[in-house]
């Protein structure tokens, strides 16, 4: 008895980190970035921040959060709360590029009353989720202020993007995760099964997958670093969960979860050293290029000053044959 236990919690193990690295390996080669969707706006429409106003309450309750930050040397500040101009620069590239202006983008926002509005209208959501998922959401949104718990997070059913946090990869993830929910001809119900255990991991690595190429495609290196210490873990252990639900005890369950972010951050770390790789071996080919270039230019430049001397002596020697 005692062995086949040992067994299967060996197989629930091997099954965790097959899925962690299953996800953690798929390579972010063919996405949809830049690609404008269906829901695209008219040009010239730029995003809006709007910035909330928390109430007494939920700003003292802010504060009790911050608290262990003020006292951990490494920890968040409470200035972090305050998103900077170049973040706002660059969640505001993303969403335009993509056709994502209709999203609202709130910062530091508790309002419900305002987000039970946006439920009611967002008719791109069936409202079959809209008042079943879409109200429970609604009911977490309220007991729980983001501002507090300080989340950066993209609810599909208001057609809200969050923004808590001074965190531009969280913020990316989060918009990418808009823009694969927009992009469904049933995003209602695409956010309601993709939210399932397990499932959760196929959007999770298509909105990872397009901030890296975003990262690529603008050359910002900083971004495409922290996809891979960051969002890979997180991949990892999301991959875990199917093992998760099977687990009978749980001290398995944290265990499993570290096993799985443990595989995603190895793989991230592993892509970003190849990366490394791929980014030398491409500048050492620039180097390489540019000097075969001035070499040739230097070649030429040398070949034309010799047809010059070259006509200039044979004009002199044509003059002396024919002097008197």
């Known amino acids: ?17 097959s899925f962690s690295l299953m996800g953690c390996t798929i390579t972010p080669i063919q996405n949809e970035f830049g690609r404008q969707n269906h829901r695209r706006t008219t040009d010239g429409e730029h995003i809006v921040f709007h910035r909330g106003k928390p109430g007494p309450m939920v700003n003292r309750l802010a504060k009790m959060a911050d608290a262990p930050a003020r006292m951990i040397p490494f920890g968040h500040k409470p200035t972090r709360h305050e998103i900077s101009a170049e973040t706002e620069q660059k969640i505001s590239d993303y969403l335009e590029k993509n056709g994502l202006n209709d999203v609202y983008v709130c910062v530091n926002e508790y309002d419900p009353a305002g987000e039970w509005k946006r439920l009611k209208a967002n008719r791109r959501i069936s409202p079959v989720w809209r008042y079943s998922i879409g109200v429970l959401s609604l009911a977490g949104y309220t007991l729980f202020p983001e501002p507090v718990v300080c989340a950066n997070q993209y609810n599909a059913f208001t057609n809200r993007l969050s923004v808590n946090l001074d965190e531009p990869i969280e913020i990316l993830y989060a918009a990418a995760s808009a823009k694969d ?71 398995e369950i944290p265990l499993i979860g570290l096993g799985g ?33 001035l070499g040739e230019q230097q070649a030429n430049s040398e070949d034309s000053e010799a047809y010059v001397q070259n006509v200039t002596s044979d004009r002199n020697h044509i003059r002396q044959s024919s002097g008197p």
Do not use: C
């Open 1 to 17: 008895m005692t062995s086949n236990l040992k067994r299967q919690r060996i197989l629930r193990f091997g099954l965790a980190l």
């Open 181 to 251: 929910i927009s992009a469904q001809s049933l995003p209602g119900t695409y956010a309601a099964i993709t939210s399932l255990p397990g499932i959760s991991t196929i959007p999770r690595i298509r909105a990872t997958n397009d901030v890296t190429t975003f990262a690529r495609e603008e050359g910002d290196w900083d971004t495409e670093v922290a996809v891979y210490r960051h969002l890979y873990p997180r991949i990892g252990m999301e991959g875990t969960a199917l093992a998760v639900l099977v687990s009978p005890l749980w001290w």
């Open 261 to 293: 972010s443990g595989v995603g951050h190895l793989a991230g770390r592993y892509v970003e050293s190849q990366r490394k790789l791929e980014l030398a071996a491409a500048n050492d080919r620039s180097d390489r290029d540019a000097n075969l270039s």
